[in-house]
């Protein structure tokens, strides 16, 4: 009798920590992306994160791989009449790197890429970030911009008129600096609720989200404050030939793929700067070329269809 007792308790407890294991999983999921960098203001580093064993960002390689039955296809998009997957390579956190390398990298092929700043970085110099001189040389090479809130806010743990600043605070540096206010936004941290989403609105055209899902964007039935995107933020061959997939998948579908990357490092990790995700430019390199190689076309956010 009590070896039953014991029984069924075990047989109770073993199934408790299934589902505790399936539902951690499902979480893990949908968990953001994103460094969590040091905000200008409260101190906090990207050393911290990094010492976080939970930070689900330590390691860019350690990023789950596609669940290729989630992609989503366009193929009954408005844009049958491409050939080939449509791309748009997209940078967050204004990074030097996205002058230094990702710049001159795109540029060999005739490609413009988007960048999501957040100006207080340029407007107070900070290191191994991009200056205002470098964002004016490539926009008018034809580089995008776009708002990455003013100060690399938490937009989900922002009260309304914070939110609103940071809009006013971008608008601002935008324009003094002799840019176009940003029509678009990229979520730090991918994070917010639905009534940033209200404010963003009255600001911005459209929002990309910064999900570990490998999500083609579907023209069809596309929330444009949930823009979905890909991450190629890599370090290894191996996600290198993940991502070189997604791309020959999007050209058989017509797909379109928002890549998104963080600091690109030259040679080895940390040689631009010490930011939590970081991709070799040489993988980099790589699967541009691969999507140059495939045929397929390329835009920026401020042309996103
Ligand atoms: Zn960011």
Redesign the pocket.
Known sequence: MKFMKLLRFAIVSLFMVIVTIFIINEVSDHRMD?AP?PFPNNGASSQDAAKDPSNPVLNADRELSSNSEGVISNSQAPTENLNSALIIFTF??GNESDYVLAYSILKKYGIKGTSYISPYYSDHQVKHKLSWNQIKEMAADGWDFED?TYS?INMAKSAPEQIRQSMEQVNKAFTANGLKIPVALAY?YGKFVRETIDIVKEYRAQARLAYYADDFVDLSNVDLYRIPCVSADMRTEERLKEKERLVDKACSENGIIVFRVHCLYRNEVDDMGKEVVQTSSKLFEKLVSHCVKKGCAFTTMNNFP
């Open positions: 994103e960098e967050d956190d990455h690399h730090p």
